[in-house]
């Protein structure tokens, strides 16, 4: 009987849960490292299109996922109280918005996860890997795999054990993310299901994106110029944002007072493997969330890397042949998530062009088999 193959995995993110559940599908085992205390999400809420559906749907957790989310079938835009864009989205157009919180969407795959047998070890702070496909940990532990995931977030180790980081840059925007209750009665008159993107006519460069999740939370996206400190601090100056948003003063006034700023940022490098080491997720590619695209790019590589170990005879040709498929699209949905922040194209009620929906409507590698759109 042939030696099953193994995977060490660093980070148990989205990427990382998705490419050991994939993984285990094809029959490896798999060792997924946490350095938390425990498995769970970090962060708000979450936006995901078509396309990660059916990674979803290829792994076994669409169902799960769906049942706890909210489906947007209208984009709205406004500036100051004046609506300036409707966009609609449906499975007919290929185009299918779901939101929901981060630990809905995580909770649902995770249980796919442990259902599937994959050994997770939490407390597992990894500080590097070899080429030759060891995962090695603080605590001086080494861990042999036929395969290692780089899954390890934006200041990952795996990566940096390799120097692959070739640029990260900076935005002029930023954002505080937070969930809040929705009330709906204290909002008033309105369609409040539609993912509505509000921009400030009062204070240029403030933006709430408001995003429903479900029936009782809210997710809020607040964005700030970096260069505006009073906007841009924590604990949040709701006198700021309220007088910027006054028909969201009820939600608002619903955020807590702690939280984070974050710069947006971009993450590119100059390889995505090294040996039998593959670096996946936002610790390869992180990017501006202006396109919603994050989680969705980085659960569509995990998945095609799975299916690249699994259709070559080697490891490093299969991890090149993984990136010279997936790297592209990745890039390009990189770019265009910059050049819609830059340009303000959202503000305008003009980011949703073709362009820009063209990952979100991707059939990813290893769902070729599912019907389009999905039911």
Known sequence: MARRKHAEIAGAGFAGLVAAIALAQRGWTVRVHEIGPEL?????????WENGLRVLKAIGAYEAVIGGAHEAMVY?????????AEVPFTAARGTRMLTMTRQHLYASILAVAQNAGIDF????????????????????????????????GVKSKTRDSFNLLRERSACADGIVRVLTPRCRNELGAGNWDRVIDFWSASHPGLRVLYVPCNAEALY?????????????????????????FPALEPVIRQVSADGRYDAYETTRLSRWSVGRVAIVGDAAHAMVPTLGQGAGTAMMNALA??????????????LAAWERRARPLTEYTQDRSEHAARERLFEKGEGWGPENLRTARHIPTGTEHLPSPLD
């Open 220 to 244: 809020l996206a607040m964005m700030a110029p970096v260069r505006d400190p009073e906007a841009s601090a924590i604990p949040l100056r709701q006198d700021i944002w309220i007088s910027a």
């Open 305 to 318: 890397l799975a299916v690249a170990v699994e259709e070559a005879p080697g490891t490093e040709a299969a």
């Open 76 to 84: 709205e835009t406004r500036r100051g109280d004046r609506p300036i």
């Open 121 to 152: 070890v939490t407390n597992s702070e990894i500080v590097g890997a070899t080429a030759e496909g060891e995962l090695l940990t603080r605590e001086g532990r080494s861990f042999r795999a036929d395969l290692v995931v780089g899954a390890d």
């Open 40 to 48: 769970r999400a970090f962060g708000a809420g979450i936006f995901i």
